[in-house]
């Protein structure tokens, strides 16, 4: 293992955006639209694009719409962009094959989510995951711990075992703690590039010794996030911290209820008509869009 302290590669780049999936008024994926959608975000600084993760929606898209998604943005952002699809399933069998048609579509990468709601145990859950890694071995994986939506976690001592694939190369930290990120350098080393999955932890994640985010303010603060970013690696910690503070109250709001639902929203509001979320997900009450909206206000103004 290598020493912690050594940084770690950046294999998708630093800013990377969990991009919503853009519905019609009947609640069909509107596929132009992801395609532009897609292209400015790229354009507003991020290196990279997460298609049909949380975000996305991929609970409620088939199969078919999410290897559409990953076509229509694949194209629009042209090669010299990121681009990972969302590939986990709680089935081995099912992650294993879109894994490997994302591979077949082009995608540079895949976000592979820990199995949710049969809550396998370590084992089973390094089984799953090496199964995945070895079925697509030349895609690079980043696994996904989010324990609140799963219901069980990825240990870092089970990460560890998992890096002798070559392809286990980063990891989506979204267990809302940077003690996380602290406990996989210390098992991982430095090979391994730890992204937050939380925008309002990615300073303090920086800090120790993740390489970036995976966000979901980029949609809307991509720029102001990039340069947080820069700020921080070019020992600007003033100015770093200047964007955290400022940027903290849209954070919070994207937040208030279930993801994607204030972010669908405050696309809206911002003139992207990405359309509702789709069922069990409802639109935003219109009391916390006032308040989104009032956020989105104050922060244009800074």
Known sequence: MSSAAELSPTPFGRLLTAMVTPFDADGCVDLALAGRLARYLVDEGSDGLVVCGTTGESPTLSWQEQHQLLGVVRQAVGPGVKVLAGTGSNS????????????????????????????????????????????????????????????????????????????????????GTTDEVTQLRLQCGSKLAVYSGDDGLLLPMLAVGAVGVVSV??????????????????????????????????????????????????????????????????????????????????????
């Open 217 to 302: 303010a980029s949609h809307l603060v991509g720029r102001r996030l990039k340069a947080m970013i820069e700020a921080y690696l070019t020992g600007q910690g003033a100015l770093a911290l200047s964007y955290h503070e400022q940027l903290q109250p849209l954070f919070k709001a994207l937040f208030v209820t279930t993801n994607p639902i204030p972010v669908k929203a405050a696309l809206e509001l911002s003139g992207w008509p990405v359309g509702s979320p789709r069922l069990p997900l409802l639109p935003l009450d219109p009391v916390m869009r006032d308040a989104l909206s009032n956020t989105l206000t104050a922060l244009c103004q800074t």
């Open 92 to 175: 081995t069998a099912e992650a294993i094959e879109a894994t490997t048609q994302a591979a077949a579509v082009g995608a540079d990468g895949a976000l592979v989510v820990v199995p949710y709601y049969n809550k396998p145990p370590q084992e089973g859950l390094e089984a799953h995951f090496r199964a995945i890694a070895q079925a697509a071995p030349e895609l690079p994986l980043m696994l996904y711990n989010i324990p609140g939506r799963t219901g069980c976690a990825l240990a870092p001592a089970t990460v560890a075992r998992l890096m002798e694939c070559p392809n286990v190369v980063s990891f989506k930290a979204a267990s």
